[in-house]
């Protein structure tokens, strides 16, 4: 367990390792809620001053959790009330490039620039209806849909194929294995992503690619609109 002095220092660490790979490969949203939320460079944000921008521009709130990996079904439940789960989880320093646990690092700096966008809560607040409503099976096809597009996704801006999904934006090694080239990339379709497995201890080997915020809500709707 790290101290929340040590966690400072891998915050910073991470930050100053991760942030020149984002400005060159994250999509617009991310740096539009960026710009809002001015997370600190030098320590771990308290959750106040989170909410601080994030409740005003969106409605949601951030709460802290003590489990390190939370289930979908409290996850989902957190969602339908617009509540935001924060790991109090810190990876140590033999995991910078990659933890296959989510860590706060993670959840606030991939997640909560997005956090601050009303388009973005839009398409976030679809998933927990949809999961509550979702037979077991259809459960885990959501599971997947929300991995391979907010966690994982990829979406086009000019032309040019930019990062998405914040499990790629907090991962210092696997946003570099993507942009070198090294992943196959699809179009994000239900058909295609249901089709293909999560890959939560190494890379994903395969991505999936939407043309913008709204397409993937439509694409995502098409889906659900049929539990
Ligand atoms: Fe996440």
Redesign the pocket.
């Given at each position: 367990m790290t101290t929340e002095q040590e966690q400072d220092q891998i915050w910073t660490a991470l930050c100053e390792r991760q942030l020149e790979r984002v400005e060159r490969y994250a999509c617009r949203e991310y740096w539009e809620g960026a710009e809002r939320l001015q997370l600190p460079r030098q320590r771990v944000p308290t959750l106040d001053e989170l909410n601080a921008v994030i409740t005003p521009a969106t409605g949601w709130r951030t709460v802290r959790t003590s489990v390190r990996y939370s289930d979908a079904v409290p996850w989902y439940r957190a969602f339908a009330r617009k509540l935001f789960m924060v790991t109090d989880y810190m990876r140590d320093w033999s995991e910078l490039e990659f933890t296959p646990e989510?860590d706060m690092f993670?959840?606030i700096f991939?997640?909560l620039p997005f956090m601050t966008l009303k388009r973005y809560t839009d398409l976030q607040e679809m998933f927990a209806p949809a999961f509550q409503s979702a037979s077991p099976l259809q459960r885990e096809q959501i599971k997947r849909l929300a991995w391979f597009s907010t966690?994982f996704g990829m979406i086009r801006e000019n032309g040019q194929v930019r990062v998405f999904g914040?499990?790629l934006i907090s991962s210092i090694g696997e946003i570099e294995n993507v942009m070198a080239g090294k992943v196959p990339l699809l179009p994000f379709t239900i058909d295609n992503v249901l089709g293909y497995e999560k890959a939560i201890y190494s890379y994903n080997e395969v991505l999936f690619v939407f043309d913008d915020l709204d397409s993937l809500k439509t694409e995502l709707a098409s889906y659900f609109e049929r539990l």
């Open positions: 989510p993670h959840d991939g997640h966690e914040a499990g």
